[in-house]
Nanobody, 121 residues
Framework: QVQLVETGGGLVQPGGSLRLSCAASGSIFSIYTMGWYRQAPGKQRELVATITSGGSTNYADAVKGRFTISRDNAKNTVYLQMNSLKPEDTAVYYC???????????????WGQGTQVTVSS
């Protein structure tokens, strides 16, 4: 079974930076798209950024110019560098992987457990 483990969440002051990482484990041959989503209190889960195995990226307008998504295909790991953080960035951040090729499946979709990011003075 595939597992996504997220690390790097925490408390940071406005204007600060934080780096999230998510490592996918299991008998994985490849992952087409990895990404980050977030859910703030009282809000729906929303896309933050995605990146394909070929390096094509997509960002939500709210984070463009501040967040950078990257990945290490050899390690099946995706990162989210968050700079100039704002209080409105406070949310639980979830890692996502889709289009997986594993020993058992093709095209599955998986989610991490989520990591809390709190931006506050």
């Amino acid at each position: 079974q595939v597992q996504l483990v997220e690390t790097g969440g925490g408390l940071v002051q406005p204007g600060g930076s934080l780096r999230l990482s998510c490592a996918a484990s299991g008998s994985i041959f490849s992952i087409y798209t990895m990404g980050w989503y977030r859910q703030a209190p009282g809000k729906q889960r929303e896309l933050v950024a995605t990146i394909t195995s070929g390096g094509s990226t997509n960002y939500a307008d709210a984070v463009k110019g501040r967040f950078t998504i990257s990945r290490d295909n050899a390690k099946n790991t995706v990162y989210l560098q968050m700079n100039s953080l704002k209080p409105e960035d406070t949310a639980v951040y979830y890692c996502n992987a889709e289009g997986l090729i594993t020993i058992m499946t093709i095209g599955s979709n998986y989610w991490g457990q989520g990591t809390q990011v709190t931006v506050s003075s």
